[in-house]
T-cell receptor, first 112, second 113 residues
C-alpha cells in the first residue's frame, strides 16, 4: 500500500514564525502536492512538484514556498506565518502519468 | 478555469438506505477525469470512484456508483445500503491533466442508525 506521512498531526505556531511542514511518501512517486483545506472551500492547491528540485505554483501560492531535495520528501514552508494561514494542510503524491493521488493524514496548523 | 461545485454542504441518510450526493463542474475540455474522494473523521482522504469522460458507462464500485451526465456537466455519487462507516466528508474532484486536481467544497454525510 502507498503510504504518505506528514510530520505532525497538530501544530501551533506564533505569528511571524517560520514553519516547516514535511511530507514523505514511500512509493517512488514522481508527483507530490500540497493542498490546504478550509470549511466551505474544499481543497485548494498550493504547490506541486513533478520531479526533484522542480516545483510549480498552484492556485494559492502566496505566502508559501516548497522544497524538494529528494524524491520521497516534499516540504511546505511558511516563511512568516500569519493567522490567515491557520488551516488543515494535506500532502498527496502520485505516479507521473497517473491521475490518482494518495493523501497523507493532514496537519492542522494553528497560527496565534 | 475549471470549477467544481457541490451544492449540498450536509446530507444525512438512514442506515441501509440510499443517498445521492450532487456535483457539477465547468470545463471546456472534452477529455478529463472525475473523482469522488472520501475523508473519514480520521482525515486520511481515500479515492472512492473515478470516471473517465470518454466512457459513456457509469462507473461502479460495490455499493458506490455514479451518474455521469457529460452534456449537463453533472457527476453525482450514489451510495446504496448506507453503512455507519460511510459517514465522512465527500469531495468531488476534476482533472484534465495528471498534475492538478480541482476539488468541490465538500459534502458532509451523516449516517443515522
Amino acid at each position: 500500500d502507498v503510504k504518505v506521512t506528514q510530520s505532525s498531526r497538530y501544530l501551533v505556531k506564533r505569528t511571524g514564525e517560520k514553519v516547516f511542514l514535511e511530507c514523505v511518501q514511500d512509493m517512488d512517486h514522481e508527483n507530490m502536492f500540497w493542498y490546504r483545506q478550509d470549511p466551505g472551500l474544499g481543497l485548494r492547491l498550493i504547490y506541486f512538484s513533478y520531479d526533484v528540485k522542480m516545483k510549480e505554483k498552484g492556485d494559492i501560492p502566496e505566502g508559501y514556498s516548497v522544497s524538494r531535495e529528494k524524491k520521497e520528501r516534499f516540504s511546505l514552508i511558511l516563511e512568516s506565518a500569519s493567522t490567515n494561514q491557520t488551516s488543515m494542510y494535506l500532502c498527496a503524491s502520485s505516479l507521473y502519468n497517473s491521475y490518482e493521488q494518495y493523501f497523507g493524514p493532514g496537519t492542522r496548523l494553528t497560527v496565534t | 478555469a475549471q470549477t467544481v461545485t457541490q451544492s449540498q454542504p450536509e446530507m444525512s441518510v438512514q442506515e441501509a438506505e440510499t443517498v445521492t450526493l450532487s456535483c457539477t463542474y465547468d470545463t471546456s475540455e472534452s477529455d478529463y477525469y472525475l473523482f469522488w474522494y472520501k475523508q473519514p473523521p480520521s482525515r486520511q482522504m481515500i479515492l472512492v470512484i473515478r470516471q473517465e469522460a470518454y466512457k459513456q458507462q457509469n462507473a461502479t464500485e460495490n455499493r458506490f456508483s455514479v451518474n455521469f451526465q457529460k452534456a449537463a456537466k453533472s457527476f453525482s455519487l450514489k451510495i446504496s445500503d448506507s453503512q455507519l462507516g460511510d459517514a465522512a466528508m465527500y469531495f468531488c474532484a476534476y482533472t484534465q491533466g495528471a498534475q492538478k486536481l480541482v476539488f468541490g467544497q465538500g459534502t458532509r454525510l451523516t449516517i443515522n442508525p
